[in-house]
């Protein structure tokens, strides 16, 4: 299983972007996919995950209200629809793949190379 990130870029703040998070060749069904993100001199955090069957999501603190998550499993495809971006959102994001949805990065075995998210004027 190899993810790939996708959708990452520069946006000013207030702005929104979309990040894709699929697994060429193979069905994304049964893992739970969480979305991390890691900023130069910071600790990884988990921002967001969603079960497999997409019943279940949580949320970061700091993203609740402004971010939301979702999957389409007939495309294999999980999505972060990040809304009203700070300065502070600017990090690399990794989706990741577990058999549990949870914001901890420790039950996550499989990592993307991440996309990098920059808010700034």
């Known amino acids: 299983l190899q993810l790939v990130e996708s959708g990452g870029g520069l946006v000013q703040p207030g702005g929104s972007l979309r990040l894709s998070c699929t697994a060429p060749?193979?069905?994304?069904?049964?893992?739970?996919i969480g979305w991390f993100r890691q900023a130069p001199g910071k600790e990884r955090e988990g921002v967001s995950c969603?079960?497999?069957?997409?019943?279940?999501?949580s949320y970061a603190d700091s993203v609740k209200g402004r971010f939301t998550i979702a999957r389409d499993n007939a495309k294999s495809t999980v999505y972060l629809q990040m809304n009203s971006l700070k300065p502070e959102d600017t990090a690399r994001y990794y989706c990741?793949?577990?058999?549990?949805?949870?914001?901890?990065?420790?039950?996550?075995?499989?990592w993307g190379q991440g996309t990098q998210v920059t808010v700034s004027d």
């Open positions: 969603i079960s497999n069957s997409g019943a279940t999501t």
């Open positions: 990741a793949a577990s058999s549990i949805a949870t914001l901890r990065s420790v039950p996550y075995d499989t």
């Open positions: 060749g193979f069905t994304l069904d049964y893992f739970a």
